[in-house]
């Protein structure tokens, strides 16, 4: 069993600054690419940034520059650090990582979400 447990969403008004975390745990062998995605009321869910296992990063246009993904391997742990957010940010964050199992199993797994909330 593999787990993904988020933390750090809120409420912050424009301008602010918030970091989200999310830590894998279970049965990990290895962990690949992990990434943060985001879903507005009606809208589908984005990939809004993404790192891979040595450390490359990306980004959906509308973050960069604003927001920083980073990992850090020991804590099986990736990070948002998002700053200069706009209320077009509000959405609900969903980590996402792939994730090779103990038992040599590779399946994509996701967090539960977390609301960011950011008021104009």
């Known amino acids: 069993q593999v787990h993904l447990v988020e933390s750090g969403g809120g409420l912050v008004q424009a301008g602010g600054s918030l970091r989200l975390s999310c830590a894998a745990a279970g049965s990990i062998f290895s962990i690949h690419s992990m990434a943060w995605y985001r879903q507005a009321p009606g809208e589908q869910r984005e990939l809004v940034a993404a790192i891979t296992s040595g450390g490359t990063t990306s980004y959906a246009d509308s973050v960069k520059g604003r927001f920083t993904i980073s990992r850090d391997n020991a804590k099986n742990t990736v990070y948002l650090q998002m700053n200069s957010l706009k209320p077009e940010d509000t959405a609900v964050y969903y980590c996402?990582?792939?994730?090779?199992?103990?038992?040599?199993?590779?399946?994509?797994?996701w967090g539960q979400g977390t609301q960011v909330t950011v008021s104009s």
């Open positions: 996402n990582a792939q994730i090779t199992s103990i038992a040599r199993s590779q399946y994509g797994h």
